[in-house]
Each structure stands twice: as structure tokens, then as C-alpha cells.
Nanobody
Framework: QVELKESGGGTVEAGGSLRLSCAAS??????????IGWLRRVPGSESDFIAA????????DYGDAVKGRFTITRDNAKNIVYLQMNNLRPDDTGVYYC???????????????WGGGTLVTVSS
């Protein structure tokens, strides 16, 4: 079993920054076995891929809309993955979820487990 818990969401003005955290735990979780990713959902739309990072943190991938503005990192000693979001725009608004991909077929990312999400609202 894998549990993912997001935090760090909130309301920020356009141009501002937020840092999201994803804390992983559970009997089945080993950081060396899981790539972790972030996805965004807005009502009426499918999930948007935001970013992902390999189990060892050596490779990252980003959605086109966030390249150059967002950075994903991980601390395997703490089992936490971070998403630093800079220069936020109103269209970044949504619920951000972290997901875990077991023995990832990188660069393909598969969402085997999901967290409960954290809401990010960017005002204009």
C-alpha cells in the first residue's frame, strides 16, 4: 500500500510562487522503486501532466505549459517530492495531485497511486 499526501496549496496572485509537497508513506513504498509525478485537474477537463521525476532524482520531465517556471525535486531520505512553482498564471489554477509510478517505464509515466490533491488558485 502506498499513501500520498499533498500540501502547500493556496491562493496567490499572478506572478507569485508556491511550493507544493508530496509526502509518501505506506508498507509498499520504497523511494528507489517509484517515480513520482504531479498532475493538475480542473472541472470539466482531463488531467494535465505537470512534472515527474525518476526514483533516483536523476531525470525530470515537464509539461510544455510549465517548462521554465516549475521545478520538481525529491528528498528520498524524507520520502518527499516538491514542486516549486514560480511566475504563476491564472491558468495554473486547479487541484494538484501527486502520483506514484511503480518501477516506471520512464519516460512514460503511469499513475499507479494518487494522493488526495491540494488546491492552487492564481488570481489575476
Amino acid at each position: 500500500q502506498v499513501e500520498l499526501k499533498e500540501s502547500g496549496g493556496g491562493t496567490v496572485e499572478a506572478g507569485g510562487s508556491l511550493r507544493l509537497s508530496c509526502a509518501a508513506s505506506g508498507r509498499s513504498f520504497r523511494p528507489d522503486k517509484f517515480a513520482i509525478g504531479w498532475l493538475r485537474r480542473v472541472p470539466g477537463s482531463e488531467s494535465d501532466f505537470i512534472a515527474a521525476i525518476t526514483s533516483d532524482g536523476g531525470s525530470t520531465d515537464y509539461g510544455d505549459a510549465v517548462k521554465g517556471r516549475f521545478t520538481i525535486t525529491r528528498d528520498n531520505a524524507k520520502n518527499i517530492v516538491y514542486l516549486q512553482m514560480n511566475n504563476l498564471r491564472p491558468d495554473d489554477t486547479g487541484v494538484y495531485y501527486c502520483a506514484a509510478d511503480y518501477e516506471s517505464a520512464w519516460p512514460d509515466f503511469r499513475e499507479d497511486w494518487w494522493g488526495g490533491g491540494t488546491l492552487v488558485t492564481v488570481s489575476s
